[in-house]
T-cell receptor
Framework: GQQVQQSPTSLVLQEGENAELQCNFSTSLNSMQWFYQRPGGSLISVFYNPSGTKQSGRLTSTTVIKERRSSLHISSSQITDSGTYLCALRGSALGRLHFGAGTQLIVIP | ETAVFQTPNYHVTQVGNEVSFNCKQTLGHDTMYWYKQDSKKLLKIMFSYNNKQLIVNETVPRRFSPQSSDKAHLNLRIKSVEPEDSAVYLC????????????FGEGSRLIVV
């Protein structure tokens, strides 16, 4: 089965609302990374967060290893935040990067 | 600022033709990857190279073959494409095999008709 599960699959917000994206994994964790992909675009690394909490502007990532989850919080969402957010984990230092299926975020005016 | 360059960005071809995608990174990384992203946005690794050495070769059809001339270049050749090869192919690079952060190119969309 899939090692990395993301939820929700899609999310529609009004501008200004907050978003909470979840990433749950069934394997051990060496590293966790969040990516943003705009429609038709490349993946852009948003956070490299193997554990704990990191913040960058309106974005906050929290990874709790023993609970096997990582979250991405977007506060005061903007229309330009629309796109797909993917989490990816590496189970060991030399392991492959496993991606979740992504959460599609749509922010409307 | 883009530092992983892929060409072409878009390619339409017929079943049975050969296709090549090129990737170059200017970040000085020593590890490069090819991922396939299907219509459901799921990314799966196909190949990775570290210093021109193949280190990951997932179970992909034999018609796919990676080619690396140096650590800044990793091309992907597909001999005799099939309809199921239609996807976006993403090239990425990182420092080291366990690479802290991956940097991706814009992707190469392949449509097989």
């Amino acid at each position: 089965g899939q090692q990395v599960q993301q939820s929700p699959t899609s999310l529609v917000l009004q501008e200004g609302e907050n978003a909470e994206l979840q990433c749950n994994f069934s394997t051990s964790l060496n590293s966790m990374q969040w990516f943003y992909q705009r429609p038709g675009g490349s993946l852009i690394s948003v956070f490299y967060n193997p554990s704990g909490t990191k913040q960058s502007g309106r974005l906050t990532s929290t990874t709790v290893i023993k609970e096997r989850r990582s979250s991405l919080h977007i506060s005061s969402s903007q229309i330009t935040d629309s796109g797909t957010y993917l989490c990816a984990l590496r189970g060991s230092a030399l392991g492959r990067l496993h991606f979740g299926a992504g959460t599609q975020l749509i922010v409307i005016p | 600022e883009t530092a992983v360059f892929q060409t072409p960005n878009y390619h339409v071809t017929q079943v049975g033709n050969e296709v090549s995608f090129n990737c170059k990174q200017t970040l000085g990384h020593d590890t490069m990857y090819w991922y396939k992203q299907d219509s459901k946005k799921l990314l799966k690794i196909m190949f990775s190279y570290n210093n021109k050495q193949l280190i990951v070769n997932e179970t992909v059809p034999r018609r796919f073959s990676p080619q690396s001339s140096d650590k800044a270049h990793l091309n992907l050749r597909i001999k005799s494409v099939e309809p199921e090869d239609s996807a976006v192919y993403l090239c990425a690079s990182s420092f080291g095999i366990s690479g802290n952060t991956l940097y991706f190119g814009e992707g190469s969309r392949l449509i097989v008709v």
